[in-house]
C-alpha cells in the first residue's frame, strides 16, 4: 500500500464530478491514508459534507472562520501536517483563483498558505477547457509547480464531448501514487513492447499468443512514475494506456518491428514485454477459408523477426531489458535466452503462474547471478524491476567514473 499512512487534505469544488470526490476520498481511505476534507460552498451543493464525513471519518471543513480551529488559522492550520494537497475536481473558476493567487474563502486560502506539492484535476466544459483565459492559467499553474492530473476527453455532464471531463477517480489515484515514487529515471526516454500480436491466417483467425498485457502495462506506468518520459508499444489488449504515457497501438510482429525501428534509436532504456508471435503465415488469404469436410488445414509458416536482439544490436543500443515466459526450466533456458540476445538483464517467469493474473512472481537475470522477485501484484514487481535497473544504470555511472 504506496499510501499508507500518508496525510492529505482532498479539495472539492462546485461542478458535477464531485461526486467522483466521495470515490476518491474512498480510495484513499481504502490504501491507508489519512485524508482531511475541504470543501467550497458551492461544492456543497453537489455532494454533502455529511458523505464525505462518513468516507474518511474526520470532520469535514467548510468555513474559514470555523470556531473550532485554534485562533481561526484554519487555512494553516488545516494544512500543515497534510504531505499533499488534492484538489477533485477542481473548477474553471477555481483555477483562476490558484493562477491569480486569490483567497476568499477556505480552500483557496489554504491552497495560498500552503507548504506541501498540489495536485489539481480540472472538470469543465470542453469550452471552458478551451478558453484562452484557462489555458493562460494552466500555463502559469504548471510554471508555478502545480500538478495535473487531466482532463481528459469524452461525455459531458452538459451533453458535449470534448477536453475537460474529469479522471475517474482509480485515475487520480494513480496520479497521486505517482507522485510518491522516486523517480531515477527522470529525463529517461523509455521504449516498452507489451501485450500479445496476431498474426493473420485469414481475415478473420489469428495465430496469437496467450499474454494480456498486464505485465508489460505494468512496467510502462512504473517507468513513467520513476519520471521517465515512456512510449508503449502495445498489440491487442483490453487495457486501458497507463496515465501519462503515449500509446502506439499496432496488431503483427511486423507493425511492432517497425514502431520499434522508429522509436529505439532514440531511447535511453527498452523493455520488450510483448509476447510476440514467433511465426506468421507465409501466405495469408485474402478471404475466409471455409472448412473442409473432415479435411484438415496445414499453414506454412516463417519466423518473425526478432525485435530484441535487433534493438540489442543497435550501434548506440538502449539498456535492454528483455523478458521471456517458460514452461519448465526456468534458470537453464532464461540464461540462454539472455545470452543469445545479449541483454545486460533478463526477467523470466513461470508462464502457466501468471498468464492473465494480477500477480505473478519472476526472477532476474543479471551479471550479478539471479535476483527472486514476488510472488506480487504485477505493478509492484514492475517497480521494482524498474528500480533495478536504476541501480543498474547508476553502478555503470560509476564505473565510467572511476575510468
Known sequence: MTLKGKKFLLGVT???????AAQLARLLVKEGADVRVAMTEAATRFVTPVTLQALTGQAV????????????????????????????PATADFLAKLAGGLADDLLSTLCAARRSPLLVAPAMNVEMWENAATQRNVHTLRGDGVHFAGPAAGDQ????????????????????????????????????????????IDPVRVITNASSGKMGYAVARAAREAGARVTLVSGPTALDAPAGVQRIAVRTAEQMFEAVKKLAPDSDL??????????????????????????????????NPDILAWVAALKDAPF?????????KLAENAQAKRAKKDVPLLVANLAQRALGADDSEVTLFDDDGRHPLGPAPKLELAREIVA????????????????
Not at 161 to 168: K, Q
Not at 275 to 296: E, L, M, P
Not at 320 to 328: I, L, T, Y
Not at 392 to 403: D, I, Q, S, V
Open 61 to 88: 471543513w467548510t468555513d474559514l472562520w470555523d470556531p473550532r480551529v485554534r485562533d481561526n488559522m484554519g487555512h494553516i492550520e488545516l494544512s500543515r501536517d497534510r504531505e499533499l494537497i488534492v484538489v477533485a
Open 270 to 303: 527498452f523493455f520488450g514485454v510483448a509476447a510476440v508471435s514467433d511465426y506468421r503465415v507465409k501466405n495469408r488469404a485474402a478471404q475466409k477459408i471455409k472448412k473442409g469436410a473432415g479435411g484438415g488445414m496445414t499453414l506454412e509458416l516463417i519466423e
Open 388 to 403: 533495478h535497473v536504476a541501480r543498474m544504470l547508476a553502478g555503470e555511472k560509476r564505473t565510467r567514473a572511476k575510468a
Open 14 to 20: 462546485g461542478g458535477i464530478a464531485a461526486y467522483k
Open 320 to 328: 535492454c531489458v528483455g523478458f521471456a515466459a517458460e514452461s519448465e
Open 157 to 200: 455532464a452538459c451533453g458535449e464531448v470534448g477536453m475537460g471531463r474529469m479522471l475517474e477517480p482509480e485515475e487520480i489515484l494513480a496520479e497521486i501514487e505517482a507522485l510518491f515514487q522516486p523517480k531515477p529515471l527522470a529525463g529517461k526516454r523509455v521504449l516498452v513492447t507489451a501485450g500479445p500480436t496476431e498474426e493473420p
